[in-house]
């Protein structure tokens, strides 16, 4: 239950991230082109959703066994010692991810609690936004622009979903419904189309 409501908010937020990058992207040049304006807002709202796209993409890219590898040298070893190879590799993946959730949660804390003030430089954070929750002083809005720890955010959560996607991949890995972590066949299959391909231009 726990595992199917993380997938469909990854995958939600995606699909979201995506959207809304097309969509201001699409707002900004019908501005600039047609009434000969702009959004002064619009390539920082897409920088960070970009960013957003990136590192959730990255534990969804694990979860789909889409992150590239080479496994030349592992597929040389019995089966046995490829699994604990395999394993050795996940290990060290968590470790990382570990590492940096680690980090990733320091670095975005301070923003949360010691520098909450700062904001980013021209992204507008509605009134009505921050009254709903209770970002206000005095009956007055904190901020003008959107605060920096929000967009900052997806550090500690791309950290913990990456590391969430890991932790499953060495399970999938250990009952053998899984033999790797990587989707070294999309690379194979890419060379092979490539060969293909200037064989045919030839």
């Known amino acids: 239950m726990v595992s199917r409501l993380i997938n469909e908010l990854e995958e939600t937020l995606i699909a979201v991230l995506l959207a809304l990058m097309t969509i201001i992207t699409f707002a900004n040049v019908v501005a600039r082109y047609v ?3 702009n959004l002064l807002w619009a390539l920082e709202a ?3 959703l970009f960013a957003w796209l990136v590192i959730l993409g990255a534990s969804y890219g694990v979860k789909v066994s889409a992150h590239l590898g ?3 040298l592992v597929n040389r070893f019995p089966h046995t010692v490829r699994h604990r190879l395999t394993l050795l590799a996940v290990l060290a993946c968590v470790a990382y991810a570990g590492i940096m959730l680690y980090g990733s949660w320091e670095y975005w804390s301070r923003f949360f609690y010691k520098l909450s003030f700062l904001e980013t430089q021209d992204i507008p954070f509605p009134a009505w936004i ?3 929750f209770g970002l206000t002083e005095d009956g007055a809005p904190l901020y003008e622009k959107l605060p920096r720890y929000i967009p900052y ?3 500690p959560l791309g950290m913990f979903l990456l590391l969430l996607r890991f932790l499953q991949a060495g399970y999938m890995v250990m009952v053998g419904h899984r033999p790797l972590i990587i989707a070294s066949h999309e690379a194979e299959d ?3 189309e490539a060969e293909q391909a200037r064989k045919r231009g030839h």
């Open 35 to 37: 009434f000969n304006s």
């Open 190 to 192: 890419m060379l092979a």
């Open 70 to 72: 080479i496994d030349a």
């Open 153 to 155: 955010f997806v550090l």
């Open 46 to 48: 897409t920088t960070y």
């Open 130 to 132: 921050q009254q709903l």
